[in-house]
């Protein structure tokens, strides 16, 4: 067989660098581009992730979320909009899934049969796909896209630390215990690595507030944000409670904002939001 014939038809794979290039082009769309970290599974990053987009929203910012968690994609379920697919335009590019209040999700889940659908990949080709995934949607502009990371430092985190342009900042979230507190100083380490801002740090699962006398007990601990924050010189950018308004609001598959707008933890996290918004766009004034 002559392998050079003219006739062969062969697969012809984009070079990454020519990807790389169309990815950063993409994301010039968005005027603050804000990463989310934990280091560790198990502290509700993506939860926060997904409320501070939906909190963006209601504070009237256009807002986009791409869920980089290639293998525990979960922006979707938070945001009641795990039944949802991707589409594709007449150009071939992916199309968002609008979420609630004009939100646009990218998630890998959402072009599953199934959320329960593993993704059985190894490190590189993740990065690979990642890079790929923001290179193909069809973003549309906007003043925020928060980009959710998986656990730990590997492939994902470096690959979008190189092909996200003039990263805003980096939010870290970590739960009140010393074990978080020392692996997601991992995730900080990180960031300072790639000279990406550490915007503020995110204690969840901070406290429990009795919903009948208005005692706060302290489950997990009291300190990991604060030494968290102390050590490399950030601040607390809210610590939001334990309620169970957020298993109620997903029983019920809607967002915790808006199915429970009233309860401890979405004051909490507007409270975050608007801090958010205060040192992000306190910037450009």
Same mark, same amino acid.
């Given at each position: 067989m002559n392998v050079s014939s003219s006739s062969d038809k062969r697969v012809r794979f984009t070079p990454v660098f020519s990807l790389i290039n169309e990815a950063k082009s993409k994301l010039e769309v968005f005027k603050y581009k804000i990463i989310v970290?934990?280091?560790k599974g198990g502290v509700g990053k993506s939860f926060i992730t997904s409320m501070i987009a939906l909190g963006l929203a209601l504070r009237g910012r256009r807002v986009a979320v791409m869920d980089a968690d290639v293998h525990g994609s979960s $922006? %979707? +379920?938070f +945001?009641? $909009?795990? *039944?949802e697919r991707h589409y594709a335009n007449e150009r071939g590019e992916i199309l968002p899934v609008e979420g609630p209040l004009g939100v646009q999700v990218v998630a890998v889940n959402l072009m599953l =049969?199934? %959320?329960?659908?593993?993704v059985i990949w190894r490190?590189? +080709?993740?990065?690979r796909a990642i890079i790929e +995934?923001? &290179?193909r949607v069809a973003w549309s502009p906007g003043e925020y896209l928060l $980009? =959710?990371? %998986? %656990? *730990?430092? *590997? =492939? &994902?985190a470096i690959t979008i630390a190189q092909v996200v342009p003039s990263i805003t900042g980096a939010i870290l979230v970590t739960a009140p215990n010393a074990l978080s507190e020392t692996i997601v100083a991992k995730a900080a380490s990180f960031a300072r690595s790639y000279k990406i801002r550490l915007l503020g740090v995110v204690e969840n699962m901070s406290y429990f507030k009795c919903p009948h006398c208005g005692a706060i007990t302290n489950i997990m601990g009291e300190t990991g944000g604060e030494k968290l924050a102390s050590k490399y010189d950030t601040i607390i950018l809210g610590r939001i409670p334990i309620d169970p308004a957020v298993n109620e609001a997903l029983d019920e598959g809607r967002p915790l904002l808006l199915a429970k707008p009233k309860s401890e933890a979405s004051k909490a996290i507007l409270n975050l939001? =608007?801090? $958010?918004?205060g040192i992000v766009e306190g910037n450009d004034s």
């Open positions: 970290m934990s280091g $922006i %979707p +379920l +945001l009641g $909009i795990q *039944g =049969d199934s %959320p329960e659908t593993p490190g590189p +080709l993740v990065g +995934l923001v &290179a $980009i =959710d990371l %998986p %656990p *730990g430092t *590997g =492939d &994902a939001v =608007d801090k $958010i918004i």
